[in-house]
């Protein structure tokens, strides 16, 4: 797959995400979260949140775990966990 394929499939993903209307499991939220966020901020650095806020520990931890994962890997994924659940 050629990278402006990737890359448009990629948006074209995140598009159907934004209008995705009802509730989705909370493991699958966070696979898509720290999908996103491989594939356009690369690997998780240092990350303050507030100790009380759990949410952003999931959230941290969730990257955390996916963080070995190169952009156009977490692309894929993220693109492929959007059309399973569109």
């Not at 995705?20 to 966070?30: Q, V």
């Not at 990257?63 to 894929?76: F, G, N, P, T």
Request: aromatic share 12%; with cysteine.
């Amino acid at each position: 797959m050629p990278e402006k394929d990737l890359d448009q499939l990629f948006e074209e993903a995140y598009e159907k995400a934004c209008n995705i209307t009802g509730p989705l499991p909370p493991d699958i939220m966070l696979r898509i979260y720290a999908y996103y966020k491989q594939a356009t901020a690369g690997k998780v650095s240092a990350y303050r949140f507030q100790e009380d806020n759990l949410r952003d520990a999931f959230k941290m931890n969730a990257w955390m775990q996916i963080s070995h994962l190169s952009a156009d890997e977490a692309k894929k994924l993220y693109i492929e966990t959007i059309n399973s659940i569109t």
